[in-house]
């Protein structure tokens, strides 16, 4: 092989290496967010239950920075229901039931640092006291998180009618969910004021 068609070979090996040592998950750091992380829910007395793994990786098609996300529910410390004609899967207190309600629609599963509500729209509960025989929509909580510099999001809680999602909305990916008519919840009220996510160690 000639010097200069060796000298080539080492440069193409080099660009090839170079591509391949760089891992998703850069790419997903580089927008704030962990490559995986642990969903918790925070009770009256800071202990926390684990909900939901996630993980992150990067949108290589985008002009912005954006991360694709993907949610994996943890329902080990949920029980089983049947309310209102419906299967849910409950956290059960003395005082209150917290009651996990899957978004039952399409959405781009691509969040950004201002934009958390793909992630959001997979954290929906309803509230429900242990004596009553069903379950109303009404009684919606929705955690809006915000994302730290470390990689950790925390959520404020909210309450809301999410009735409005018994019909599909007319647009595909709609967020259809209007946040103005919820007000901030009562946290000393409920079992679970707070949620935080936590970037998953190696």
């Known amino acids: 092989m000639s010097n200069r068609a060796s000298r080539l070979m080492r440069t193409l090996t080099t660009i090839a290496i170079g591509f391949t040592i760089t891992p998703v998950s850069q790419y997903s750091l580089a ?29 290589t098609d985008s002009t912005v920075e954006q991360t694709a996300l993907a949610v994996t529910m943890d329902y080990t ?3 089983d229901h049947f309310l209102s ?7 059960e207190s003395a005082s209150e039931w917290f009651c996990h309600l899957p978004y039952p629609y399409n959405t781009r599963s691509i969040v950004s640092a201002s934009d958390l509500a793909d992630l959001e729209y ?3 509960f309803i509230k429900k006291t242990p004596t009553e025989f069903g379950i109303d929509a009404w009684n919606g909580l929705y955690y809006q998180l915000t994302l730290n510099d ?7 809680l ?3 009618d999410l009735n409005v999602l ?37």
């Open 31 to 59: 927008t704030g967010f962990p490559e995986l992380a642990e969903v918790f829910l925070i009770d009256q007395q800071q202990q926390q239950v684990k909900i939901a793994d996630l993980a992150f990786s990067a949108v």
């Open 77 to 79: 410390a949920f029980n």
């Open 85 to 91: 004609m419906r299967p849910f899967k409950c956290i």
């Open 122 to 124: 997979q954290l929906l």
């Open 150 to 156: 470390d990689g950790r999001m925390e959520g404020q």
């Open 158 to 160: 909210l309450e809301g």
């Open 166 to 202: 018994a019909s599909p909305p007319e647009e595909d990916f709609a967020r259809p969910i209007d946040l103005n008519e919820f007000i901030a919840a009562d946290t000393s009220r409920r079992p679970f004021p707070k949620i935080v996510i936590i970037p998953k160690q190696p």
